[in-house]
């Protein structure tokens, strides 16, 4: 779901919309992040618990926390709840966080043995997401800002979310 929103909300927000659309975006730009934390905790529930000794786990457990605290900073960011005060610049790199926790829950369930398919396809998910930010025009850490190519992976990235979204909804005897 969070893809699909995400896809929808890059498809509506543009420049001169109306009023309800810009509600429909600004109520798409809150579920966003929520669903992706929902995302997380599904795909965290997969990975094995963490040992001292099994960097994969730790891996795992490093990426659930990156991602889950960029998409509450995501949620904080979309209510403006951190509105007019020092830290409102801080929830724009919300997508920092959550792809980095993305792309370690995906090497951490690439790493185990059953579930490498689904770790390769969170893996690729995030580092779709990586190249869609790291050439968006209106982020502030772009590196090479390029709108056609921000806009491709944006879409993928909304496809390859959708596809271990629902890699997560298969029951796991069912696989």
Request: proline share 5%.
């Amino acid at each position: 779901m969070a893809g699909l929103c995400y896809g929808a909300a890059g498809y509506l927000d543009r420049p001169g919309i109306s009023g309800f659309t810009i509600t429909l975006v600004s109520v798409l730009s809150a579920a966003i992040p929520a669903l992706f934390l929902g995302g997380l905790l599904g795909l965290r529930t997969r990975l094995p618990p963490a040992t001292q000794t099994d960097f994969a786990s730790s891996v795992g457990v490093v990426g659930f926390v990156l991602g889950c605290f960029g998409a509450v900073l995501g949620i904080v960011g979309a209510l403006e709840l951190l509105a007019r005060t020092p830290y409102s610049q801080i929830t724009e790199w919300w997508w920092v966080l959550l792809l980095g926790g993305l792309t370690a829950m995906g090497l951490a369930a690439f790493l185990k043995g059953g579930l490498r398919l689904l770790g390769a396809v969170v893996l690729i998910s995030g580092a779709l997401g990586w190249v869609s930010l790291l050439t968006d025009p209106a982020f502030s850490g772009v590196l090479v800002p390029m709108r056609s190519v921000h806009v491709f992976f944006a879409a993928v990235f909304c496809l390859s979310a959708v596809v271990w979204g629902s890699v997560l909804l298969v029951p796991h005897e069912n696989r």
